[in-house]
């Protein structure tokens, strides 16, 4: 960080530790409803938290089948430990965390496994583009397409530390700084600053494209 | 990797100045365009959320959880050239002790202190393949389970499931 300047905490205040639909006083009545049986309660939360148990594994760059099991895994262990978890209005710092520690782990299970190969190299070629594909199939959508597709470009060229960051920010609806501390084991102080130095990093290079 | 890349370049002052309300509106805009995007090219796969809908089944309040005590994946120094050395795992609940170890060719462990049990290779909120241990607590399973994984103990005290983890 440079010296002398003072971390800004302008976006501290704004409707950011909020995350959208579903906000911490949901989320602990949703496991105490889901605890005590309630099938409906249990599928409010996986709607509702699966984009950022999904955007910690993305940001970590597994493979699509790792990533896959490690969505899973996220699950499946929330689901045992439901009624275990000690504050369960912080079910998603829980589950941010829980995937960021799965992560780790797989990628350091394949560096055991594959010394010379670099996974998260080979695993960029091979990502599945189809989403993207059906998406151009309507014309209308074309420019706009362009659009979404030269961001998402500049968005993958940005450095390691801060496409993740934003890969977690982008979850939907929008995760607060404690989720985001817990996704990617950063204190919650320095991802004010981050994400702003990461977004301006991101409007320059559109710039640079003339695509701004 | 990219860690050379420009995130990396902290003394950049420019990128550090605190924005103006104006330029905050439009980083926010971007944020919300770049969100868009995300759910246009990588939102999550609808199977994998009807996965986690279905997971619900694997609540239960009766088991007791044998929490990941091991992992020689986090908790052993890698043995050079050793690329196939097997994945040592140990589970604690209680007095009970489960010792797993997993390689290409299958599962094979132990309950400690030794003692009979019936027991399942989980995958998924579905019934897993059964084992038996022999009357030392040791069991085999001539698989080697891939992805999401947990064992159900039943023994003499009760019902015991495993910390879920990737393997």
């Given at each position: 960080m440079t010296a002398g300047v003072v971390p800004s905490t302008a976006y501290d205040d704004l409707p950011y530790t909020r995350g959208g639909t579903v906000d911490r006083a949901d989320?602990?009545?949703?496991?105490?409803?889901?605890?005590?049986?309630?099938?409906?309660?249990?599928?409010?939360?996986?709607?509702?938290?699966?984009?950022?148990?999904?955007?910690?594994?993305?940001?970590?760059?597994?493979?699509?089948?790792?990533?896959?099991?490690v969505y899973q895994t996220v699950w499946f262990r929330f689901a045992q430990h439901l009624g275990r978890i000690r504050e369960p209005d912080k079910a998603k710092s829980w589950l941010a965390s829980t995937a960021r520690h799965e992560c780790l782990k797989v990628l350091k299970s394949l560096r055991r496994l594959t010394v010379t190969d670099d996974p998260q190299l080979l695993d960029r070629i091979s990502e599945d583009r189809t989403p993207e594909q059906?998406?151009?199939d309507s014309e209308e959508a074309a420019a706009q397409s362009e659009r979404v597709r030269y961001l998402w470009q500049e968005f993958e060229e940005l450095g390691e530390r801060c496409r993740q960051l934003l890969r977690i920010l982008m979850a939907s609806p929008k995760p607060g700084y404690q989720e985001v501390s817990a996704a990617l084991g950063i204190a919650v102080g320095s991802i004010g600053p981050l994400r702003q130095r990461c977004l301006r990093r991101l409007r320059a290079r559109l710039e640079a494209r003339g695509a701004v | 990797m990219s860690d050379m890349n420009d995130d990396q370049n902290d003394q950049d002052a420019d990128f550090d100045e605190e924005a103006s309300p104006d330029e905050e509106f439009a980083l926010e805009l971007l944020e919300e365009e770049l969100r868009q995007a995300t759910a246009i090219l990588d939102p999550v796969p609808p199977a994998l959320r009807q996965i986690?809908?279905?997971?619900?089944?694997?609540?239960d309040l009766d088991s007791r959880i044998a929490e990941l005590a091991f992992d020689s994946v986090v908790d052993a120094l890698p043995?050079?050239?050793?690329?196939?050395?097997?994945?040592?795992?140990?589970?604690?609940?209680?007095?009970?002790t489960v010792d797993v170890e997993l390689t290409p060719q299958g599962l094979m462990g132990q309950v400690l202190p030794p003692q009979s049990a019936r027991i399942e290779v989980l995958s998924g909120p579905q019934a897993g393949a059964p084992l038996t241990t022999d009357d030392m607590g040791r069991f085999i399973h001539e698989a080697s389970p891939a992805g999401p994984f947990a064992l159900r103990l039943r023994t003499g005290e009760g019902v015991i499931v495993t910390d879920w983890l990737t393997v």
């Open positions: 989320v602990g009545a949703l496991v105490q409803s889901a605890v005590d049986g309630d099938a409906a309660a249990w599928k409010a939360l996986v709607e509702g938290l699966s984009p950022l148990v999904w955007s910690v594994v993305r940001a970590h760059r597994l493979s699509d089948a790792d990533a896959h099991e059906s998406f151009i | 986690a809908v279905e997971a619900f089944a694997l609540h043995v050079r050239g050793a690329t196939e050395a097997p994945r040592m795992l140990t589970f604690h609940a209680g007095e009970v």
